[in-house]
């Protein structure tokens, strides 16, 4: 089992920036695993944001937040991160970590490919 706690959520204005953290651990974990960041809004579907792969650090961002966002990891604390500058009112959302093993490490952006999740942690961008 990998457990997955987010923080960093808050209330933000428009073109302010916040980091999201997403400290994993577990007796499983090892760098064959691939992190993906979503994000849910109210009445919407659960949307990919961005992914890194443990080992390589290779990464893949969804449009929307291209040039904005960036994700990083610390190996070292076995953390990843979501940077997010330059917020909009539409990047209001749920945000979420996810782990997926994976010996390609190919990331994938398809949320029910994914096999462990945080618990989600609040993000309010003001107008």
């Known amino acids: 089992q990998v457990q997955l706690v987010e923080s960093g959520g808050g209330l933000v204005q428009a073109g302010g920036s916040l980091r999201l953290s997403c400290a994993a651990s577990?007796?499983?974990?090892?760098?064959?695993?691939?992190m993906g960041w979503f994000r849910q809004a109210p009445g919407k579907e659960r949307e990919f944001v961005a992914g890194?792969?443990?080992?390589?650090?290779?990464?893949y961002y969804a449009d929307s937040v291209k040039g904005r966002f960036t994700t990083s990891r610390d190996n070292a604390k076995n953390t990843v991160y979501l940077q997010m500058n330059s917020l909009k009112p539409e990047d209001t959302a749920v945000y979420y970590c996810?782990?997926?093993?994976?010996?390609?490490?190919?990331?994938?952006?398809?949320?029910?490919?994914?096999?462990?999740w945080g618990q989600g942690t609040q993000v309010t961008v003001s107008s």
């Open positions: 577990g007796r499983t974990f090892s760098s064959y695993y691939v």
């Open positions: 996810a782990a997926k093993w994976s010996d390609t490490l190919v990331i994938v952006t398809t949320a029910a490919r994914y096999d462990f």
């Open positions: 890194i792969n443990w080992s390589g650090g290779s990464t």
